[in-house]
């Protein structure tokens, strides 16, 4: 009996070094896969283009609808947020409204958008109407995830005529957004030479657009954006304008991402969507990350 008793002990002891060996290399592997994880992750930054079809003058309801949107993007584990031109306000804004009937910048409505950055850890580009006493500008505000109002685009390419003649021209310096140099267009920006040349003497990462640019053979869009990213092996990522609210139809107008002088991934221009893509900021890769989100 006691012969049994010590084979049994010595079987015993075996089958708890050998589960213990494999505790150990489960640990040491799933370490491994984690860091692999993490590092990748890193290096990434998701984006969201959020393809919007603004109410014309109604800030009430562009609020609501780009908050919604926001909410949408980071269960979809975006980082940055992309609006298009004057999301905020809507492109045509002025047939309904005065820009003295603006509030003045920054508005109740961004230092909410600040807390919601704090919550949610993203970062957001938000277009809109920006009014500073009696100056006005079409900009776009960046919000970062500390919830601090960290850089302002102003459109510099003002297009003649009422729709933007209430805008003074602005600025065209890189932002510096989560540690990655942005070169930012409003739209008709990226006609100018100037900018490009500008923003490539920086040595930016990424350029990103907001735009309210309808398809015309005519005047663009794509020859311009083809034009810049043969220029910068950076990324030029778009958040266009969709459908017609107004007098202006933007029911074909494009989103996408534009790489090495083409067109790499546009987004379905057949609803309001927000479309993802992942932009690996050390190698320059930028692919889709998933189906878009219909809002």
């Given at each position: 009996?006691?012969h049994?008793?010590?084979?049994?002990?010595?079987?015993?002891?075996?089958?708890?070094?050998?589960?213990?060996?494999?505790?150990?290399?489960?640990?040491?592997?799933?370490?491994?896969?984690?860091?692999?994880?993490?590092?990748?992750?890193?290096?990434?930054?998701?984006?969201?283009?959020?393809?919007?079809?603004?109410?014309?003058?109604?800030?009430?309801a562009?609020?609501?609808?780009?908050?919604?949107?926001?909410?949408?993007?980071?269960?979809?584990?975006?980082?940055?947020?992309?609006?298009?031109?004057?999301?905020?306000?809507g492109?045509?804004?002025?047939?309904?409204?005065?820009?003295?009937?603006v509030?003045?910048?920054?508005?109740?409505?961004?230092?909410?958008?600040?807390?919601i950055?704090r919550?949610?850890?993203?970062?957001?580009?938000?277009?809109?109407?920006?009014?500073?006493?009696?100056?006005?500008?079409?900009?776009?505000?960046?919000?970062?995830?500390?919830?601090?109002?960290?850089?302002?685009?102003?459109?510099?390419?003002?297009?003649?005529g009422?729709?933007?003649?209430?805008?003074?021209?602005?600025?065209?310096?890189?932002l510096?957004?989560?540690?990655?140099?942005?070169?930012?267009?409003?739209?008709?920006?990226?006609?100018?030479?100037?900018?490009?040349?500008?923003?490539?003497?920086?040595?930016?990462d990424?350029?990103l657009?907001?735009?309210?640019?309808?398809p015309?053979?005519?005047?663009?869009?794509?020859?311009y954006?083809?034009?810049?990213?043969?220029?910068?092996?950076?990324?030029?990522?778009?958040?266009?304008?969709?459908?017609?609210?107004?007098?202006?139809?933007?029911?074909?107008?494009?989103?996408?991402?534009?790489?090495?002088?083409?067109?790499?991934?546009?987004?379905?221009?057949?609803?309001?969507?927000?479309?993802?893509?992942?932009?690996?900021?050390?190698?320059?890769?930028?692919?889709?990350?998933?189906?878009?989100?219909?809002?």
């Open positions: 009996m006691k049994h008793n010590k084979k049994r002990g010595i079987r015993n002891n075996w089958i708890r070094y050998l589960l213990l060996i494999f505790l150990w290399t489960a640990i040491f592997i799933g370490d491994g896969i984690a860091e692999d994880s993490t590092s990748d992750t890193n290096t990434t930054i998701r984006i969201a283009i959020f393809q919007m079809s603004p109410e014309e003058g109604n800030f009430t562009n609020h609501a609808t780009i908050e919604e949107a926001i909410n949408i993007s980071r269960e979809r584990g975006a980082d940055w947020f992309i609006t298009p031109e004057m999301a905020e306000s492109y045509e804004f002025i047939e309904y409204i005065k820009p003295e009937q509030p003045e910048f920054p508005s109740p409505w961004f230092y909410r958008l600040a807390a950055t919550e949610k850890n993203i970062t957001l580009f938000i277009g809109f109407p920006e009014r500073i006493e009696t100056d006005y500008y079409n900009a776009v505000a960046v919000i970062d995830k500390e919830g601090n109002i960290s850089g302002i685009h102003q459109k510099n390419v003002i297009i003649p009422p729709i933007e003649g209430w805008a003074t021209p602005g600025n065209s310096t890189p510096e957004v989560d540690g990655q140099s942005v070169g930012y267009y409003i739209c008709a920006d990226a006609t100018d030479q100037n900018i490009t040349n500008t923003y490539i003497s920086y040595n930016v990424i350029f657009s907001s735009a309210a640019w309808y015309d053979p005519t005047m663009g869009p794509e020859q954006w083809e034009n810049i990213t043969t220029m910068s092996d950076a990324p030029l990522v778009i958040a266009n304008t969709l459908g017609k609210k107004g007098n202006i139809d933007f029911t074909h107008a494009e989103s996408g991402v534009y790489q090495n002088g083409k067109e790499v991934y546009r987004v379905p221009d057949s609803t309001q969507v927000i479309a993802f893509v992942d932009w690996n900021y050390l190698t320059g890769e930028i692919i889709p990350a998933g189906e878009p989100e219909i809002v």
